[in-house]
């Protein structure tokens, strides 16, 4: 039978989450029940529920959150890598196809038939997902992921979101130690794009626009610090950057970052999706076989890798937790940027 939760939900358009309750379907035999601890605030839960991504077309309400540390609270019977105790996450995703091409190969988030944490419809029965703004989620066993003992679960929970937007690229592009890393921008991604290249080896550095930004970047795992709105320290970083990852999350001007990298070198966006002005300039990416790429989340496998990386290294995000109550108030520091670097909400303040 459902079983009814306290809830922070978007119950219309262009409305902040509010106390309220949604019904939680029961278990199939291959899922599991998550207790939910901790939940980060993503920028884009802001997005989702102001419209700014277009209309919902799956309808309200909207439950946010897909930064999720819990323990488990119930299995299904065909569930086997977990036990009710264990230390959990879950991501972007509850569920998807397992069948095709991309699935196979451990690249759930590029499949048509994903299930998102929220926002998205059950591939298998149509319903509603909710996400990590409650006390409990149902997921499939496949996609829970397991968080490392040595982690703090409140600092571990953007991880899902944050940590591996950021560890997927540097992965996947094979940074290793010697090469030189630009990040673009210091927030809730930028800050974890700091601590994973620095992990790495690489030699880092964090291009801002805001002087003000240069002692935590240190802090934070940066070898240099680049004022990017100086033409002058740009230019004299003219083809050095093996590999820029930049997070800013609006419209903004890459071609000096393209100026930036080495011959064959990349900058990939992962803060930003829509049109970008100016125009970008091919020249260099021909002429010097550059690239502008973007990238998305991980796979389930790849998120865990990541996961079990930070928990071996002591990686966890930089946090401000929050009570349930404050959530309008972190949402409107959000949108200024005023966050060192995530917020995560404590679920046990849950009210209705």
């Known amino acids: 039978m459902p079983t009814e939760v306290k809830c922070l939900a978007s119950i219309e358009d262009n409305k902040y989450p509010v106390p309220s309750t949604i019904a939680r379907r029961d278990l199939r035999p291959d899922d599991i029940e998550v207790k939910i601890l901790y939940c980060g605030i993503c920028h884009s839960d802001i997005h989702h529920v102001r419209g700014n991504w277009g209309p919902n077309g799956y309808g309200y309400p909207v439950v946010p959150g897909h930064e999720i540390v819990g323990k488990v609270f119930r299995v299904g019977a065909d569930v086997s890598k977990f036990k009710v105790g264990d230390s959990v996450g879950v991501g972007c995703m509850v569920d998807s196809c397992q069948t095709c091409e991309t699935c196979k190969n451990d690249r759930q988030q590029y499949c048509h038939s994903t299930t998102f944490t929220y926002g998205s419809l059950d591939r298998r029965d149509g319903s509603r997902s909710y996400g990590g703004y409650s006390e409990t989620i149902i997921v499939t066993e496949k996609f829970v992921l397991s968080i490392p003992e040595s982690l703090d679960l409140a600092a571990a929970a953007p991880l899902l979101c944050a940590g591996i937007t950021t560890y997927s690229p540097l992965r996947r592009l094979g940074v290793r130690s010697g090469w030189k890393v630009g990040v673009v921008g210091l927030g809730g991604l930028g800050h974890m794009a700091l601590k ?14 805001s002087q003000g930004k240069a002692e935590d970047a240190k802090r934070l795992g940066a070898d240099h610090f680049l004022l990017s709105s100086d033409p002058e320290q740009m230019d004299a970083v003219a083809g050095q950057f093996d590999l820029i ?108």
């Open 245 to 352: 990852i930049d997070t800013v999350p609006y419209n903004h001007d890459v071609n000096p970052y393209v100026t930036a990298l080495v011959p064959e070198g990349s900058v990939v966006l992962v803060g930003y999706a829509g049109p970008l002005e100016p125009t970008v300039n091919s020249t260099p990416l021909v002429l010097r076989s550059q690239n502008l790429a973007g990238s998305l989340i991980g796979g389930v496998k790849q998120t865990q890798e990541m996961l079990d990386f930070c928990g071996q290294r002591g990686i966890a995000s930089d946090i401000e937790v929050i009570n349930a109550q404050d959530l309008h108030y972190a949402y409107e520091r959000l949108r200024k940027g005023d966050v060192k670097y995530r917020f995560v909400i404590d679920i046990a303040t849950l009210q209705v």
């Open 196 to 209: 994973l290249a620095k992990a790495m080896g690489a030699n880092v550095t964090l291009f801002s626009r």
